[in-house]
Protein backbone atom coordinates (compact mmCIF):
# COMPACT_ATOMS: atom_id res chain seq x y z
CA UNK A 1 0.00 0.00 0.00
CA UNK A 2 2.84 2.67 0.76
CA UNK A 3 4.82 1.22 -1.91
CA UNK A 4 1.63 2.32 -4.04
CA UNK A 5 1.39 5.96 -2.94
CA UNK A 6 5.41 6.59 -3.40
CA UNK A 7 4.64 4.79 -7.12
CA UNK A 8 1.42 7.28 -7.76
CA UNK A 9 3.19 10.38 -6.32
CA UNK A 10 5.90 9.87 -7.90
CA UNK A 11 4.86 9.67 -11.39
CA UNK A 12 2.52 12.95 -10.77
CA UNK A 13 5.66 14.63 -10.10
CA UNK A 14 6.76 13.35 -12.96
CA UNK A 15 3.97 14.68 -14.95
CA UNK A 16 4.17 17.57 -13.88
CA UNK A 17 7.68 18.42 -14.96
CA UNK A 18 6.57 17.35 -18.14
CA UNK A 19 4.23 19.89 -18.43
CA UNK A 20 6.21 22.27 -17.43
CA UNK A 21 8.64 22.36 -19.46
CA UNK A 22 6.71 20.69 -22.66
CA UNK A 23 8.27 23.62 -25.09
CA UNK A 24 11.75 21.76 -24.68
CA UNK A 25 12.60 19.20 -27.05
CA UNK A 26 13.41 15.46 -25.76
CA UNK A 27 16.31 15.08 -27.72
CA UNK A 28 19.34 14.94 -24.85
CA UNK A 29 20.72 18.25 -23.96
CA UNK A 30 24.62 16.69 -24.48
CA UNK A 31 27.10 18.38 -22.40
CA UNK A 32 31.21 18.21 -22.55
CA UNK A 33 33.32 16.98 -20.16
CA UNK A 34 36.91 17.51 -20.08
CA UNK A 35 39.61 16.53 -17.78
CA UNK A 36 39.42 18.67 -14.60
CA UNK A 37 37.34 17.82 -11.63
CA UNK A 38 35.42 21.16 -11.14
CA UNK A 39 34.00 21.11 -14.91
CA UNK A 40 33.07 17.29 -14.43
CA UNK A 41 31.38 17.72 -11.59
CA UNK A 42 29.76 21.32 -12.13
CA UNK A 43 28.66 19.36 -15.73
CA UNK A 44 26.98 16.87 -14.06
CA UNK A 45 25.34 19.15 -11.38
CA UNK A 46 23.76 20.78 -14.63
CA UNK A 47 23.08 17.76 -15.85
CA UNK A 48 21.13 16.26 -12.92
CA UNK A 49 18.88 19.73 -12.26
CA UNK A 50 17.92 19.23 -16.06
CA UNK A 51 17.15 15.68 -15.31
CA UNK A 52 14.91 16.68 -12.60
CA UNK A 53 13.01 19.08 -14.86
CA UNK A 54 12.27 15.71 -16.93
CA UNK A 55 14.85 16.97 -19.90
CA UNK A 56 17.33 13.93 -21.54
CA UNK A 57 20.97 14.85 -21.14
CA UNK A 58 23.66 12.90 -22.50
CA UNK A 59 27.84 13.46 -21.63
CA UNK A 60 30.84 13.19 -24.09
CA UNK A 61 34.49 13.65 -23.06
CA UNK A 62 35.70 16.08 -25.52
CA UNK A 63 38.86 17.95 -25.96
CA UNK A 64 38.75 21.23 -24.61
CA UNK A 65 39.92 24.05 -26.80
CA UNK A 66 37.99 21.97 -29.66
CA UNK A 67 34.59 22.01 -27.41
CA UNK A 68 34.20 25.68 -28.73
CA UNK A 69 33.87 24.48 -32.58
CA UNK A 70 31.60 21.33 -31.37
CA UNK A 71 29.41 24.22 -29.24
CA UNK A 72 29.35 26.85 -32.64
CA UNK A 73 27.75 23.45 -33.97
CA UNK A 74 25.21 22.50 -32.03
CA UNK A 75 26.90 19.02 -31.34
CA UNK A 76 27.47 19.26 -27.82
CA UNK A 77 24.40 22.19 -26.11
CA UNK A 78 26.92 24.29 -23.83
CA UNK A 79 29.97 24.50 -21.76
CA UNK A 80 29.98 25.41 -18.29
CA UNK A 81 33.53 26.68 -17.70
CA UNK A 82 35.23 28.83 -19.93
CA UNK A 83 38.11 29.88 -18.53
CA UNK A 84 39.68 33.06 -19.04
CA UNK A 85 43.04 32.28 -19.33
CA UNK A 86 43.21 28.53 -20.95
CA UNK A 87 40.30 28.86 -23.40
CA UNK A 88 39.77 32.74 -24.10
CA UNK A 89 41.41 32.21 -27.40
CA UNK A 90 39.22 29.16 -28.45
CA UNK A 91 35.91 31.03 -27.63
CA UNK A 92 36.84 34.50 -29.21
CA UNK A 93 37.36 32.53 -32.30
CA UNK A 94 34.46 30.72 -32.44
CA UNK A 95 32.43 33.75 -31.03
CA UNK A 96 33.53 35.28 -34.49
CA UNK A 97 32.68 32.48 -36.89
CA UNK A 98 29.28 32.17 -34.98
CA UNK A 99 26.72 29.81 -33.85
CA UNK A 100 27.72 30.41 -30.07
CA UNK A 101 27.50 32.71 -27.46
CA UNK A 102 28.17 34.20 -24.17
CA UNK A 103 25.57 32.66 -21.87
CA UNK A 104 26.98 34.82 -19.07
CA UNK A 105 29.36 34.64 -16.24
CA UNK A 106 29.44 33.03 -13.40
CA UNK A 107 30.55 34.97 -9.43
CA UNK A 108 33.94 33.38 -9.90
CA UNK A 109 36.88 35.01 -10.36
CA UNK A 110 39.54 32.45 -11.62
CA UNK A 111 43.72 32.58 -12.34
CA UNK A 112 45.61 30.25 -13.64
CA UNK A 113 49.31 30.14 -13.76
CA UNK A 114 52.81 28.67 -12.85
CA UNK A 115 52.59 28.14 -8.61
CA UNK A 116 54.77 26.85 -6.00
CA UNK A 117 53.90 25.86 -2.53
CA UNK A 118 55.00 28.08 -0.20
CA UNK A 119 57.57 25.97 1.34
CA UNK A 120 59.11 26.70 -1.92
CA UNK A 121 59.68 30.13 -1.01
CA UNK A 122 62.05 29.32 1.77
CA UNK A 123 65.35 28.01 -1.22
CA UNK A 124 63.65 30.90 -3.36
CA UNK A 125 63.10 33.62 -1.37
CA UNK A 126 62.09 36.93 -3.90
CA UNK A 127 59.27 34.93 -5.02
CA UNK A 128 56.69 35.36 -6.09
CA UNK A 129 59.11 37.69 -8.60
CA UNK A 130 59.70 35.74 -11.87
CA UNK A 131 62.49 36.90 -12.45
CA UNK A 132 63.54 36.31 -8.83
CA UNK A 133 62.23 32.55 -9.51
CA UNK A 134 64.38 32.43 -12.92
CA UNK A 135 67.31 33.59 -10.88
CA UNK A 136 66.53 30.20 -8.70
CA UNK A 137 66.16 28.22 -11.68
CA UNK A 138 68.93 25.80 -10.35
CA UNK A 139 66.93 25.26 -7.19
CA UNK A 140 64.40 23.63 -9.63
CA UNK A 141 66.88 21.82 -11.52
CA UNK A 142 66.23 17.87 -12.23
CA UNK A 143 68.24 14.91 -14.01
CA UNK A 144 65.78 15.23 -16.65
CA UNK A 145 66.21 19.06 -16.70
CA UNK A 146 70.15 19.30 -16.53
CA UNK A 147 71.56 22.94 -15.10
CA UNK A 148 67.99 24.53 -15.87
CA UNK A 149 64.79 24.04 -13.59
CA UNK A 150 61.73 22.31 -14.15
CA UNK A 151 58.63 23.58 -14.40
CA UNK A 152 55.46 20.80 -15.04
CA UNK A 153 52.98 22.66 -17.00
CA UNK A 154 49.43 21.13 -17.69
CA UNK A 155 48.53 18.79 -20.51
CA UNK A 156 49.04 20.32 -23.83
CA UNK A 157 45.11 20.74 -24.40
CA UNK A 158 44.79 23.88 -21.86
CA UNK A 159 47.45 25.78 -24.44
CA UNK A 160 48.86 27.00 -21.31
CA UNK A 161 52.14 28.26 -23.57
CA UNK A 162 54.53 27.56 -21.00
CA UNK A 163 57.18 26.80 -23.67
CA UNK A 164 56.84 30.22 -25.54
CA UNK A 165 56.74 31.79 -22.15
CA UNK A 166 60.32 30.68 -21.68
CA UNK A 167 61.16 31.76 -24.57
CA UNK A 168 59.85 35.17 -25.08
CA UNK A 169 61.15 35.74 -20.93
CA UNK A 170 64.45 34.18 -21.64
CA UNK A 171 64.45 31.67 -18.62
CA UNK A 172 66.10 29.00 -17.59
CA UNK A 173 63.63 26.60 -17.73
CA UNK A 174 62.63 23.20 -19.51
CA UNK A 175 58.57 23.01 -19.62
CA UNK A 176 57.25 19.29 -18.91
CA UNK A 177 53.25 18.66 -19.94
CA UNK A 178 51.78 16.37 -17.52
CA UNK A 179 49.81 14.10 -19.14
CA UNK A 180 46.70 14.95 -16.32
CA UNK A 181 45.76 16.97 -13.50
CA UNK A 182 46.18 13.85 -11.46
CA UNK A 183 50.11 14.40 -12.33
CA UNK A 184 50.56 17.57 -11.14
CA UNK A 185 49.19 16.82 -7.43
CA UNK A 186 51.58 14.01 -7.65
CA UNK A 187 54.31 16.40 -8.09
CA UNK A 188 53.46 18.64 -5.58
CA UNK A 189 52.17 15.79 -3.19
CA UNK A 190 55.62 14.07 -3.68
CA UNK A 191 57.28 17.33 -2.84
CA UNK A 192 55.82 17.86 0.54
CA UNK A 193 57.57 15.22 2.86
CA UNK A 194 60.80 16.62 2.14
CA UNK A 195 59.71 20.42 1.49
CA UNK A 196 61.37 20.04 -1.80
CA UNK A 197 60.85 23.38 -3.88
CA UNK A 198 58.47 22.63 -6.91
CA UNK A 199 56.88 25.04 -9.66
CA UNK A 200 53.67 23.19 -11.47
CA UNK A 201 50.50 24.76 -13.15
CA UNK A 202 47.67 25.27 -10.77
CA UNK A 203 44.44 27.22 -10.87
CA UNK A 204 41.61 28.85 -9.05
CA UNK A 205 39.20 28.18 -7.57
CA UNK A 206 40.39 24.52 -6.74
CA UNK A 207 40.62 22.06 -4.15
CA UNK A 208 44.48 22.26 -3.80
CA UNK A 209 44.45 26.11 -2.14
CA UNK A 210 42.70 24.18 0.59
CA UNK A 211 45.37 21.15 1.05
CA UNK A 212 48.46 23.67 -0.25
CA UNK A 213 48.86 26.62 0.95
CA UNK A 214 51.04 28.74 -1.94
CA UNK A 215 51.23 31.61 -4.47
CA UNK A 216 51.01 32.14 -8.08
CA UNK A 217 54.43 33.31 -9.96
CA UNK A 218 53.99 37.31 -10.85
CA UNK A 219 54.41 37.58 -14.34
CA UNK A 220 54.56 40.85 -16.37
CA UNK A 221 50.99 41.47 -15.88
CA UNK A 222 48.51 40.48 -18.57
CA UNK A 223 47.27 42.71 -21.35
CA UNK A 224 44.63 42.01 -23.95
CA UNK A 225 46.36 41.01 -27.29
CA UNK A 226 49.70 39.41 -25.34
CA UNK A 227 48.55 36.54 -27.20
CA UNK A 228 47.84 37.96 -30.46
CA UNK A 229 50.45 40.88 -31.14
CA UNK A 230 53.87 40.69 -29.90
CA UNK A 231 54.37 44.69 -29.41
CA UNK A 232 52.10 43.86 -26.49
CA UNK A 233 54.14 42.86 -23.03
CA UNK A 234 57.76 43.48 -22.20
CA UNK A 235 59.35 41.49 -25.17
CA UNK A 236 58.65 43.74 -28.56
CA UNK A 237 59.49 40.53 -30.85
CA UNK A 238 57.19 37.86 -28.56
CA UNK A 239 54.03 36.93 -28.01
CA UNK A 240 53.20 34.61 -24.58
CA UNK A 241 55.57 37.26 -22.63
CA UNK A 242 52.75 38.17 -19.89
CA UNK A 243 51.01 36.11 -17.30
CA UNK A 244 47.59 34.75 -17.51
CA UNK A 245 44.79 37.65 -16.40
CA UNK A 246 44.95 37.59 -12.68
CA UNK A 247 41.29 38.13 -12.19
CA UNK A 248 40.07 36.13 -15.00
CA UNK A 249 36.17 35.20 -15.34
CA UNK A 250 34.72 32.09 -15.89
CA UNK A 251 31.99 32.02 -18.16
CA UNK A 252 29.25 29.53 -19.86
CA UNK A 253 28.83 29.35 -23.65
CA UNK A 254 25.83 28.16 -25.59
CA UNK A 255 24.80 27.09 -28.80
CA UNK A 256 22.71 29.54 -30.43
CA UNK A 257 19.89 26.88 -31.31
CA UNK A 258 19.82 25.70 -27.53
CA UNK A 259 17.30 28.67 -26.25
CA UNK A 260 14.67 27.57 -29.14
CA UNK A 261 15.51 23.43 -28.89
CA UNK A 262 15.39 23.25 -24.96
CA UNK A 263 13.75 27.02 -23.70
CA UNK A 264 13.58 25.82 -19.89
CA UNK A 265 16.79 24.04 -20.22
CA UNK A 266 18.59 27.56 -21.81
CA UNK A 267 16.57 30.05 -18.88
CA UNK A 268 18.20 27.80 -16.12
CA UNK A 269 21.53 27.75 -18.08
CA UNK A 270 21.42 31.98 -18.05
CA UNK A 271 20.70 32.15 -14.39
CA UNK A 272 23.05 29.90 -13.06
CA UNK A 273 26.19 31.38 -10.92
CA UNK A 274 28.66 29.66 -8.85
CA UNK A 275 31.07 31.06 -6.59
CA UNK A 276 34.82 30.14 -5.78
CA UNK A 277 33.98 28.35 -2.47
CA UNK A 278 31.32 26.54 -4.42
CA UNK A 279 33.26 25.03 -7.18
CA UNK A 280 36.61 24.46 -5.23
CA UNK A 281 34.04 22.55 -3.21
CA UNK A 282 33.00 20.17 -6.57
CA UNK A 283 36.52 19.73 -6.74
CA UNK A 284 37.03 18.89 -3.58
CA UNK A 285 34.54 15.79 -3.31
CA UNK A 286 36.13 14.47 -6.42
CA UNK A 287 40.21 15.00 -5.72
CA UNK A 288 40.64 14.80 -1.86
CA UNK A 289 36.77 12.95 -0.76
CA UNK A 290 37.78 10.32 -3.61
CA UNK A 291 33.95 10.57 -5.49
CA UNK A 292 33.24 9.21 -8.38
CA UNK A 293 32.12 12.80 -10.43
CA UNK A 294 28.57 11.58 -10.34
CA UNK A 295 28.42 11.17 -6.86
CA UNK A 296 30.08 14.55 -6.10
CA UNK A 297 27.41 15.85 -8.29
CA UNK A 298 24.49 13.92 -5.86
CA UNK A 299 26.13 15.03 -2.99
CA UNK A 300 26.76 19.00 -3.98
CA UNK A 301 23.20 19.35 -4.83
CA UNK A 302 21.67 17.86 -1.64
CA UNK A 303 23.95 20.58 -0.04
CA UNK A 304 23.14 23.77 -2.04
CA UNK A 305 19.20 23.23 -2.90
CA UNK A 306 18.99 26.72 -1.74
CA UNK A 307 21.19 27.95 -4.53
CA UNK A 308 19.60 25.74 -7.34
CA UNK A 309 16.15 25.36 -6.52
CA UNK A 310 15.15 29.14 -7.07
CA UNK A 311 17.27 28.83 -10.64
CA UNK A 312 15.13 26.35 -11.72
CA UNK A 313 11.26 27.50 -9.95
CA UNK A 314 12.24 31.05 -11.74
CA UNK A 315 12.52 29.01 -15.57
CA UNK A 316 9.81 26.62 -14.85
CA UNK A 317 6.50 28.83 -13.98
C1 LIG B 1 41.56 24.83 -17.34
N1 LIG B 1 42.01 24.80 -15.93
C2 LIG B 1 40.95 25.28 -15.05
C3 LIG B 1 42.34 23.41 -15.57
O1 LIG B 1 43.07 25.58 -15.81
Redesign the pocket.
Known amino acids: MKKLTLLASASAVAVMGVAANAADSDDPIVIPI???S??IVMSNVVGQMFEEMDLNVEYVTTD?QAVYESVRLGDVALEL?V?E???GASFREALSKGGLHDAGDHDAV?R?DWWYPMWTKDACPGLPDWKALNDCAAVFATAETGDKGRYLD?PVD?L?HGQERVEALGMDFVVVNAGS?AALWAEIGAAEAEKKPVVV?N?TP?FAEAVWPGEFVEFPAWEDGCDTDPSVGPNPDALYDCGNPATGYLKKAAWDGMKDKWPTAYCVLTKISFTNPQIAEMAKLVDTDELEPEDAAVEWLSANRGIVDPWINECSG
Open positions: HNWSQSEWGAFTEGWKAFWN
